[in-house]
């Protein structure tokens, strides 16, 4: 007789009390993605709203383009353009109220700017030359991070402790599709449903991680489907849309500031440009596949359901394009200055007390300089 046999069947034992049953099919996203542009929704959305979203399209735009090109001049070590992903951009920085907090990745310089963050400074950690380049706190905007989906753990404890002190703060996360790969996704969204913090967590599914295709990096039917498994609603958006964005993302802070916890949120977008200055995205993509990509341009989409609704005509469009030029060139004269850099600047702000490792170092370069300084002396 076997051991099973020995035992009876199996029946397999009913949940504890303690252990939470959640019902999946309320926290599952739509099969397609919302659209609200081009749809009967699009009627309904607050003409002043679609001016604001569009103004700051078309400045995001040539915010990116001139980005660009200061890196051919020397001016940037690099930069992740965004081009093609604005509408996720500017929604993710208008949704936002004052006291809410955005913690951006890499590629969301666009964000922090729209966020009221100085072009400027929204740059200098790109241009290399100070720590973050602006103050998080004056804007509400965590530094631009660099290494994948490390901003999502940061976001998921400040929203957490914003609650237990009773304040009245969303933490929003902006994430590629490539950091979902991370181990930093996982337990962001883990600790994040447990602890039902107030973040949302908002997925730029650009089509790369780099050179990886989504396809090569999930089997799951879509990223927005991971937050079944987090006990979270997960919600699918067309990321060019920018109006759908825009609702979609305001439905998931609403959710998050009356309690009942965080979103995971995808939106379906496009990388057109490569995924830096350094990269060359022809080694594994196809121009056909940009070309079918640029036909659903977020700046067109826009500019076509305004114009349709007499809400934006010749003169309007040219104004905001006026403006853009104006921010551009602004930030061309202010990025072709040379930074005075300090070198002692280095152990500035690195520890609020300095560890006496960084007070020898410190010590170490302020001799190398003064013989530096010495021995230049002397050659005159």
């Given at each position: 007789?076997?051991?099973?046999?020995q035992r009876?069947a199996y029946?397999?034992?009913p949940?504890p009390?303690?252990?939470?049953r959640?019902?999946p099919?309320?926290?599952?996203?739509?099969?397609?993605?919302?659209?609200v542009?081009?749809?009967?929704a699009?009627?309904k959305?607050d003409?002043e709203l679609?001016r604001r979203l569009y103004?700051e399209?078309?400045?995001g735009?040539?915010?990116n383009?001139?980005a660009t090109?200061?890196t051919?001049?020397?001016?940037l070590a690099?930069?992740?353009?965004?081009?093609?992903?604005?509408a996720?951009?500017?929604?993710a920085a208008?949704?936002?109220?004052?006291?809410d907090?955005?913690?951006p990745?890499?590629?969301?310089?666009?964000?922090?700017?729209?966020?009221g963050v100085d072009?400027?400074?929204a740059?200098?950690l790109?241009?290399?030359d100070w720590?973050t380049?602006y103050d998080p706190y004056?804007?509400?905007?965590?530094?631009l991070?660099?290494?994948?989906?490390?901003?999502?753990?940061?976001a998921?404890g400040?929203?957490?402790?914003a609650?237990?002190?009773?304040?009245?703060?969303?933490?929003?996360a902006?994430v590629g599709?490539?950091?979902?790969s991370?181990?930093?996704?996982h337990?962001?969204?883990?600790?994040?449903?447990?602890?039902r913090a107030?973040v949302?967590?908002?997925?730029?599914?650009n089509?790369?991680a780099i050179?990886?295709?989504l396809a090569?990096?999930?089997a799951?039917?879509s990223?927005?489907?991971?937050a079944v498994?987090y006990g979270?609603?997960?919600?699918?958006v067309d990321g060019n849309?920018?109006?759908?964005?825009h609702e979609?993302?305001?439905?998931a802070?609403r959710h998050?500031r009356?309690?009942g916890?965080?979103?995971?949120?995808e939106?379906?977008t496009?990388?057109?440009?490569?995924?830096?200055?350094?990269?060359?995205?022809?080694?594994?993509?196809?121009?056909?596949?940009?070309?079918?990509?640029?036909?659903?341009?977020p700046?067109?989409l826009l500019?076509?359901?305004l114009?349709?609704?007499g809400l934006?005509d010749?003169?309007?469009?040219?104004?905001v394009?006026?403006d853009a030029?104006?921010?551009?060139a602004?930030l061309?004269?202010h990025?072709?200055?040379?930074p005075?850099?300090d070198?002692m600047?280095?152990?500035t702000?690195v520890y609020?007390?300095?560890t006496?490792?960084l007070?020898?170092?410190?010590e170490q370069?302020r001799a190398?300089?003064?013989?530096e300084?010495?021995?230049e002396?002397a050659?005159r």
């Amino acid at each position: 007789m076997t051991v099973m046999e020995q035992r009876g069947a199996y029946r397999p034992a009913p949940p504890p009390a303690w252990q939470p049953r959640t019902d999946p099919a309320p926290l599952l996203p739509d099969a397609e993605p919302y659209r609200v542009l081009g749809t009967g929704a699009a009627a309904k959305a607050d003409p002043e709203l679609l001016r604001r979203l569009y103004a700051e399209l078309v400045k995001g735009r040539r915010y990116n383009a001139q980005a660009t090109a200061l890196t051919k001049q020397g001016r940037l070590a690099v930069y992740p353009s965004s081009t093609g992903q604005e509408a996720c951009e500017v929604a993710a920085a208008l949704v936002l109220e004052e006291r809410d907090w955005l913690f951006p990745s890499y590629r969301d310089t666009l964000a922090v700017v729209a966020r009221g963050v100085d072009p400027v400074e929204a740059l200098t950690l790109l241009r290399g030359d100070w720590h973050t380049g602006y103050d998080p706190y004056e804007h509400r905007v965590a530094p631009l991070s660099t290494p994948l989906a490390t901003q999502l753990p940061h976001a998921v404890g400040l929203a957490h402790a914003a609650r237990l002190k009773g304040d009245d703060v969303v933490a929003l996360a902006l994430v590629g599709d490539g950091g979902t790969s991370e181990g930093d996704f996982h337990e962001a969204l883990n600790f994040a449903a447990v602890w039902r913090a107030p973040v949302v967590f908002f997925v730029q599914n650009n089509g790369f991680a780099i050179s990886v295709p989504l396809a090569k990096q999930t089997a799951a039917p879509s990223l927005a489907h991971k937050a079944v498994g987090y006990g979270m609603p997960g919600r699918l958006v067309d990321g060019n849309d920018a109006a759908a964005v825009h609702e979609v993302l305001a439905d998931a802070v609403r959710h998050a500031r009356a309690g009942g916890g965080p979103t995971l949120v995808e939106a379906i977008t496009y990388r057109v440009e490569a995924h830096t200055n350094a990269d060359d995205a022809t080694r594994y993509r196809g121009d056909a596949e940009v070309e079918t990509w640029k036909q659903h341009d977020p700046i067109v989409l826009l500019e076509r359901e305004l114009t349709a609704r007499g809400l934006l005509d010749e003169d309007g469009i040219d104004a905001v394009r006026r403006d853009a030029e104006t921010m551009a060139a602004s930030l061309r004269a202010h990025m072709n200055q040379d930074p005075a850099l300090d070198p002692m600047d280095l152990f500035t702000h690195v520890y609020a007390e300095p560890t006496p490792q960084l007070l020898e170092q410190r010590e170490q370069l302020r001799a190398e300089l003064a013989a530096e300084a010495e021995s230049e002396g002397a050659q005159r």
